[in-house]
């Protein structure tokens, strides 16, 4: 079982930079932004994909990817993860043979920052798909996004980053972050997928858009509610209602919607009792 409550690693070397420039009056100033770098991602002797990430967590981003894409099944036996941080590049080895050319032969761009990457069959898997009926408590949804909002993490410190996070009713398991919300769905993908986390009683809480893809990649992990600060997309929602996942956005201060799976919803605080969110408070979402 992996140690969670999972977090930012502030300290890791490498995640940031200091660096110089000048503000609108002229004066020098000096931030930090946030480093990105390429990781390479092999399945056995194939090469899969470039990632460009921020480089914490290569290993679960791999798993992650990989079982996204449907190129790692459940019932896979794993005999390695091997990270090479000289040549950025993580192999994961299998008992399985593997071959994907003809599915690798037909990709999807999608939209969003660091741009994703699917492949053509990206609703397989989806047919057929029952997510667990199971509750989520609003008095669970604000309390989780209080805490979120107000946890350390790369975003309040450089920005330019998005933010995913693995709860189970009122508290985060595991917070992972990347240039791209792809890239930190996939990570909580990988922790779950190592470490055998059940995806029944789970919450999915995106800093980004609800977009095709996140709620797509959110319903083959079998997690039944996604929510998010953000907006959504159509198709996000249309795919959403097909496969019964619950989707909850703008959620800011006391305000929420919910426009998928309302059934789920449990209504046990008045909002009224949630303080209001200020103008300049709390993280902005996709920023």
């Given at each position: ?21 000048h503000?609108?009056?002229g ?9 990105e770098?390429?990781l390479?991602?092999?399945l ?7 990632a460009m ?12 990817f ?5 190129m790692?099944r459940?019932?896979?036996?794993l ?8 040549i ?15 599915k ?9 920052c ?29 309390a989780?996004?209080?805490q ?24 985060p ?5 990347d ?28 800093t ?7 709620v797509?990649?959110t319903a ?16 996000g ?9 619950t ?32 103008r ?8």
């Open positions: 079982m992996a140690p969670f409550p999972l977090m930012p690693d502030l300290s890791r070397p490498g995640l940031t930079r200091r660096v110089t420039g503000d609108q009056t004066a020098e100033t000096e931030i930090s932004v946030v480093e770098r390429p390479t991602i092999y056995n002797r194939q090469e899969v994909v470039t990430t921020i480089g914490d967590y290569p290993d679960y981003l791999a798993l992650g990989l079982r996204n894409q449907g790692l459940d019932d896979d036996v005999t390695g993860v091997d990270y090479d941080e000289e950025e590049a993580v192999v994961v080895r299998t008992q399985r043979q593997t071959s994907y050319e003809e690798m032969a037909k990709k999807t761009r999608t939209s969003g660091a741009v994703g990457t699917v492949f053509g069959d990206m609703m397989e898997g989806l047919e057929g798909l029952t997510l667990p009926q199971t509750e989520v408590r609003t008095s669970w949804l604000y989780l996004a209080k979120i909002n107000t946890t350390p993490s790369l975003y309040l410190e450089a920005g330019a980053i998005h933010g995913t996070v693995l709860c189970q009713q009122d508290r398991l595991a917070y992972m972050e240039v791209g919300r792809h890239n930190a769905v996939d990570k909580i993908a990988g922790v779950m997928f190592r470490h055998g986390v059940s995806a029944d009683d789970k919450i999915l809480y995106t980004g858009r609800l977009t095709s893809e996140m797509i990649k083959l992990m079998g997690i039944p509610v996604l929510a998010s600060r953000s907006g959504f997309t159509a198709w929602v249309e795919i959403a209602r097909q496969v019964g996942l989707v909850i956005g703008r959620m800011r201060g006391q305000r929420f919607v919910c426009l998928s799976g309302e059934e789920r919803l449990v209504r046990d605080v008045d909002p009224a009792s949630i303080p209001e969110e200020g300049r408070s709390g993280r902005k979402a996709g920023a």
